[in-house]
């Protein structure tokens, strides 16, 4: 069982909702990463997702889009992103680790490089935006033996075909987009996600996680009435922008506490 599922199957046994918290991977400096990580992990997250900065994002919306151009000027590649990953790993076994990003990084390294490199440093799973899953069977396949799951995204536009599909190649948890958009859009309409889950919920045993748009304690809780975790992104990203870097790690520990009781509730 991979550390994701297990995770997920404590809190069920619980009787308890999942945070999925992300940061960008250096930023806002890259020697914050890490303590950032383990702030999160230590006030409720329970599934950390770390952003590798890209330059040409489709997904991630202004706010994920600085956060990128804040690291790549600092220099940050995905091999750094790895050597923060397992940085954390050192001192945390248990919290599970996403990594998420594009295409591009993980094709000029090498994915079977890439692949050996994520299982060495405590990597659990992958979103890859633009990896398709009907496109990436290898790759899939290659995950799968490192023991690393291949999470894919979901929106409100998904076909059933396409539901179909991301349960059949998908692992550790689906990734439902909740809003027409990028990440960090103030439109979330909770009725009309809970709506759409029971749907998602026919076609796979997969847990289900709902992310972009989700800001605050009320919109986790309201969200988790339905999903089986909440991820929050862009929301946390602004906090941190609003303080000195020497401020980061206790701003990201006032952010999620609120966030971890409303779910808890």
């Keep these: 069982m991979s550390r994701i599922a297990g995770r997920f199957a404590e809190l069920k046994a619980a009787g308890r909702k999942a945070l ?5 991977a250096g930023d806002p400096e890259p020697a914050l990463t890490v303590p950032l990580l383990h702030a999160l992990a230590e006030s409720g997250a329970d599934i950390l ?3 590798v900065p890209f330059s040409d994002p489709m997904a991630d919306g ?7 151009e804040r690291a790549l000027a600092r220099g940050v590649s995905l091999g750094d992103v790895l ?9 945390d076994g248990d919290t599970p680790i996403v990594l998420m990003g594009y295409a591009n990084p993980i094709e000029a390294m090498g994915v079977d490089k890439f692949v050996a490199a994520a299982k060495a440093a405590g990597v659990d799973g992958l979103i890859v935006v633009d990896y398709p899953p009907e496109e990436c069977g290898p790759f899939v396949e290659l995950c799968g033996k490192a023991n690393i799951d291949c999470i894919f995204l979901l929106a409100p536009t998904s076909t059933d075909a396409r539901i179909r599909e991301v349960a059949r190649a998908g692992s550790g948890f689906v990734y439902y987009v909740s809003l027409r958009g990028v ?3 103030g439109h979330l309409n909770a009725d009309e996600v809970l709506a759409r889950l029971p749907g998602i919920r026919a076609a796979t045993r997969l847990p289900l996680a ?3 748009g989700i800001r605050d304690a009320e919109s986790a809780r309201r969200i988790s009435r339905g999903a089986d975790a909440v991820v929050i992104a862009s929301r946390l990203i602004q906090e941190l922008e609003a303080v000195p870097p ?10 999620v506490k609120p966030i971890r009781e409303a779910l808890d509730a």
């Design 20 to 24: 999925v918290m992300f940061v960008t």
């Design 62 to 68: 202004p706010v994920i889009q600085r956060a990128s």
């Design 49 to 51: 997702e770390i952003g």
């Design 183 to 185: 990440t960090g859009a």
């Design 83 to 91: 050597d923060m990953a397992r940085a954390f790993r050192a001192k």
């Design 246 to 255: 020497a401020q980061a790690v206790e701003c990201a520990r006032a952010f």
């Design 210 to 212: 709902v992310g972009f």
